[in-house]
Each structure stands twice: as structure tokens, then as C-alpha cells.
């Protein structure tokens, strides 16, 4: 039986309604998304038009017209979707697909569109410059424990090593084959596709450095002086700044600032370089799964990235940002701000540090809603990965939800009880 992710009925659902909105399938590569959209299509029992602009060069709007017109004809008088993937290749496409969408609502013609892109920020450039109003996006995440588990049974420890490509979980018994495919068939067309031939980079090969070097410090401050020393091709921060935003847009690698309350503090910080997806990790340590289970800190760092992992991915689809926060030797691995909320989330994977003294020293400064602890004695891991976000985040008034309990006990931060004087 076919696994099916639940992005499929919330996009089954919006294609059943009359004729509103181009629907728009983003995410990164690998994540499912025209399988999404296939197993819609076999679902709805509607006749579609399926049509790929994944050949950079060959593809053009005059090309786009012709396949959108092929889609009226066969429509007919009928409701008819059409399906354009990897819309964001074709120049000029958000300016073409407004023209033939406003055509079509002006003569009245049932035909739904679908576009699917593999380059989030890309596609959304074009939408917001072209079709404002007219489209609402539905983002495909990498995917998760819970949907590892129930398409391949996989365990938490498989999931925080060998991340969340379908793709590529049949192949983890024969790891170079597995490191192979995600390096070949996943990294390299989103980077020398996606990337370096969708937007100005100067300097291609400092951007597969940087990538490389943000897979195997993920989870880690690095500042971009430092970063700079590592790297063999000349460049200044802000280059690596443009550049790593372009990695975090094509759903590689982000950098999350630090929470500092203030806005320009938060960007002038230091990035905690965070992949988006475990694997990357994996792959470019070059280490076994029995390798990095086995040493303790090694480990760790693979517990935190896939928390982080788990957090980037959610910051994507919501409204919310993540960020960490250090000050001299205090730290607090994720800070998440929805709204006036402000929910904080300490790792416990075992590397050597005194997470409480941490988390006080945060509570005093931020005062947060609530504070997790994630790992031994506090929220199992495969707990916290398998539910989302939301689940997590402080809710009711404000005042009520300052005095929750956490997993320590009393919310970090707050003044201890005091006891009754002895008569």
C-alpha cells in the first residue's frame, strides 16, 4: 500500500472546490511532492494534464502556452487541471501563467492549475511578483519520523541518522550506496540546478564549500570570519550571508540567528549553521550509522541536528522563526517565537555540558512561556519528533500559561516558592 502524506488530502480538498486559486506545490527536492500530486490526480477521478519544464534551456513560455492551450482543448466544456512542474525554470513563467490565468477567468473556463516547484524561495519570488491574489501555496516538508515510521518502520535512532528522503530508504543497507544517491541525486541537481543556474553566484565553487561545510558543522555557531578561514575561494561575510540564504531557500542548509529580543541584533549574530534534513549530516561526515552511535558526542551532535531539523522544517510551513541563544558559556539550543510567545528547547543527546544551568540563565534573561527539556529525564526523543511543533507551543492567555509546568518542574526562570516562616 502506497503511503500517503497528509499534505495529499489538504491538496484533494482544495482541487474539489470550485475553481478559486492556482494551487502551488513547493518544497525541496525529494520530499514527494509530484507524488502528491499523482496520487491526487488518481484520487479525483478527474482527466489532467501533467506537463515537466525540468530541462533548463529547452523550455520557454512560448512552450508553456502551447501546453496550457493543449489543456483547453481538452477540457473542453469539462473541468480539466492542468499540472506544470518545475514552473520556476521556465523564464518569464509567473508573468505567462498570470496572462493565461486571467483568460481563462475572463472566459469562464473550469481549467485548475497546479504548479510544482523544487526551489521554494525561487518560487516564491515569482509569485509574489506576478500573481498576488491569485494563488495559495501549500509547502511539502522533508519528511518526518512519524512518516519514515509508517512508510518504511523505521526507529528513531534510523531517523536521526539516515534523516527523512523516501528515496533513499531503501537503499541504507548498503551505506556507500546510500551516501552516493543522496549526494548524486538529491544535493547535486539542487545546488548546480536549483541554485547556480536560477540566481547570480559569482562564486559556484565557495557556495559548495560553504554547503559542505554547513552539513558537517550542523547544529554548531560559527561565525562567517570564521567560516572564511576553512573556505579555499575568496570571499567576504556578506557574500557567504547572500549565500547561505540561498541554501536555506532551496531547503539545504539554514543559518539560525541568535535571539537577542531585538531584530538587528538577531542579524548581525553569529549563524547556528542547521541542516534541513539529517542525512545531509550523515553524508558529508563520511561516518557509518554503528560509527556515530557508538561515540557519545559524535551522537549528540545528531540528536540536536535532527531536533533542529525537526524545528526548521515547522518554521517553513508556519509562522514562527527559530533561533538559539549563548552568552559567554550559558546556551539555549532552539528559541521559538510565535508571536508574543516565546518557547525554549534544550537537547539533552549527551554531550558534556550542564544543561540546567542553561536553561536558568535563559529564564532569567527571557523569561520564557514555557521551557523544554528534550532527551533523558526530560521529553523522550521519539516523543518530540513524532508531534508537531504545535503541540509544543505555549497556549491560552499569557499570564496562565507563564505559571505552566515543564518537565523540570516550575518554569525555568521563575522565583522559587517561598516556605512558611516556622512559629
Known amino acids: 500500500m502506497t503511503y500517503m502524506r497528509p499534505e495529499t488530502t489538504a491538496l484533494a480538498n482544495r482541487l474539489a472546490e470550485p475553481r478559486r486559486f492556482i494551487q502551488v506545490v513547493a518544497g525541496p527536492r525529494q520530499v514527494g511532492k509530484t507524488t502528491v500530486v499523482r496520487q ?59 496572462r493565461l490565468w486571467d483568460e481563462d477567468t475572463w472566459a469562464g473556463r473550469p481549467l485548475k492549475v497546479v ?17 498576488a491574489g491569485r494563488f495559495e501555496v501549500l509547502r511539502i516538508p522533508h519528511w518526518s519520523l512519524s512518516d519514515m515510521e509508517a512508510a518504511f518502520g523505521w526507529s528513531v535512532d534510523q531517523f536521526v541518522y539516515y534523516g527523512g528522503y523516501p528515496g533513499a530508504a531503501p537503499l541504507i543497507a548498503d551505506p556507500e550506496r546510500w551516501r552516493a544517491y543522496v549526494l548524486d541525486a538529491i544535493v547535486e541537481p539542487t545546488v548546480g540546478r536549483d541554485v547556480l543556474l536560477l540566481t547570480r553566484v559569482d562564486k559556484p565553487a565557495l557556495l ?19 567560516m572564511l578561514g576553512q573556505l579555499h575561494d575568496a570571499g567576504n561575510t556578506t557574500t ?10 532551496a531547503g539545504l542548509v539554514t543559518g539560525l540567528g541568535k535571539y537577542a529580543g531585538s531584530a538587528v541584533r538577531q542579524r548581525g549574530s553569529m549563524p547556528k549553521l542547521q541542516v534541513f534534513n539529517s542525512a545531509l549530516l550523515a553524508a558529508a561526515s563520511g561516518l557509518s550509522f554503528e560509527g556515530a552511535r557508538s561515540d557519545p558526542s559524535v551522537w549528540g551532535h545528531f540528536v540536536e541536528s535532527a531536533v533542529g531539523a525537526h524545528l526548521a ?5 508556519r509562522q514562527w522563526t527559530v533561533h538559539y541563544w549563548r552568552e559567554r558559556n550559558q546556551e539555549m539550543d532552539f528559541v521559538v517565537t510565535a ?46 519528533l513524532r508531534r508537531p511543533v ?20 516550575r518554569r525555568v526562570g521563575a522565583a522559587p516558592a517561598r516556605r512558611p516562616k516556622r512559629r
Open 390 to 409: 504545535t503541540d509544543w507551543l505555549p497556549t491560552g492567555p499569557l499570564d496562565a500559561v507563564s505559571e505552566a509546568r515543564t518537565p523540570w518542574g
Open 115 to 131: 504548479l510544482l516547484g523544487s526551489a521554494p524561495l525561487l518560487i516564491q519570488q515569482g509569485l509574489t511578483e506576478s500573481l
Open 339 to 384: 508571536g508574543p510567545r516565546l518557547l525554549a528547547i534544550e537537547v539533552k543527546s549527551g554531550r558534556p555540558r550542564n544543561v540546567a544551568r542553561g536553561a536558568a540563565a535563559f529564564g532569567r534573561s527571557a523569561r520564557p512561556d514555557r521551557t523544554l527539556l528534550v532527551g533523558d529525564g526530560g521529553i523522550p526523543l521519539g516523543e518530540f
Open 40 to 98: 491526487v490526480l488518481a484520487g479525483v477521478g478527474r482527466q489532467a494534464t501533467y506537463v515537466s519544464a525540468d530541462e533548463p534551456g529547452l523550455r520557454n513560455a512560448q512552450w508553456l502556452h502551447q501546453q496550457w492551450n493543449a489543456a483547453r482543448a481538452a477540457a473542453g466544456e469539462g473541468d480539466r487541471i492542468i499540472v506544470v512542474d518545475e514552473a520556476q525554470k521556465i523564464p518569464g513563467w509567473s508573468e505567462t501563467v498570470k
Open 313 to 317: 522544517n515547522a518554521a517553513m510551513m
Open 208 to 226: 559548495r564549500q560553504l554547503f559542505d561545510l554547513g552539513c558537517r558543522y550542523s547544529g554548531q555557531i560559527v561565525s562567517f570570519t570564521k
Open 240 to 249: 557567504l550571508a547572500h549565500y547561505l540564504d540561498l541554501l536555506s531557500g
